[in-house]
Every structure is written in structure tokens, then in C-alpha cells.
């Protein structure tokens, strides 16, 4: 049973940073796609970052040059880096991953495992 479990959300003011993690274990796909997603306050689940198994990368704009997706593959973890954090990155934030190698940032539903999600506050 393939299970993802996150970590290291959290407080911090503007422009402060975190890095989140994701622990990754059972899946067994030779082409897979992870990815990091988001919801604030009163808005829909959005896609922030994705990686395949042979690091293709992709960014909402929203994040572009401020956000990193990078995944250790000998630990199995999934990691996003967030720098120059602003009030509108708070929210909960996903880690997923979904079959095959094409990941679709903003198809949300094409992703079938969740992790439980970690808390993000930035303040202003």
C-alpha cells in the first residue's frame, strides 16, 4: 500500500522560507509523477510544483523562481523548497503522485494517493 507522508509546514513572516518533505513508500511505477499541492482559505485544491521519475519539473506561475521540487530517490522523499514566502502561500499543502511520466500540474483529480497535508502560515 503506497503511503506519503508529509512534514515540516509551519509559521513564518514574509519572505521567510520552509522546506517541506514527503516520505514516500510502497509505490512501485518505473514512470510516476509526484507532486506538491495546495489549498487556502475558501479556494480549490491547486497544483504548486510536479517531478516525473526523470526530473522533468513544473511550476504554477505563482511560485516560478521561489518554489523547488526536488525528489531523493535512495530515501524516497519528495521535497519542496520555498523561499520569499508571501501571505498568499498559506495553506495546506499535498504531497501526491499518480501513474505514468505526463504530470499535469493543474489536474488535480489524475493524482491517486494523497498524503494527510502540512500547514503552511505565512504572515504579513
Known amino acids: 500500500q503506497e503511503q506519503l507522508v508529509e512534514s515540516g509546514g509551519g509559521s513564518v513572516q514574509a519572505g521567510g522560507s520552509l522546506r517541506l518533505s514527503c516520505a514516500a513508500s510502497?509505490?512501485?511505477?518505473?514512470?510516476?509523477?509526484l507532486g506538491w499541492f495546495r489549498q487556502g482559505p475558501g479556494k480549490e485544491r491547486e497544483g504548486v510544483a510536479t517531478?516525473?521519475?526523470?526530473?522533468?519539473?513544473d511550476y504554477a506561475d505563482s511560485v516560478k523562481g521561489r518554489f523547488t521540487i526536488s525528489e531523493d530517490r535512495a530515501n524516497r522523499t519528495l521535497y519542496l523548497m520555498m523561499n520569499s514566502l508571501k501571505p498568499e502561500d498559506t495553506g495546506l499543502y499535498y504531497c501526491?503522485?499518480?501513474?505514468?511520466?505526463?504530470?499535469?500540474?493543474?489536474?488535480?483529480?489524475?493524482?491517486?494517493?494523497w498524503g494527510q497535508g502540512t500547514q503552511v502560515t505565512v504572515s504579513s
Open positions: 501526491a503522485s499518480k501513474p505514468g511520466s505526463m504530470c499535469y500540474l493543474t489536474n488535480v483529480p489524475a493524482y491517486t494517493r
Open positions: 510502497g509505490y512501485t511505477y518505473s514512470s510516476y509523477c
Open positions: 517531478i516525473n521519475n526523470v526530473d522533468y519539473t
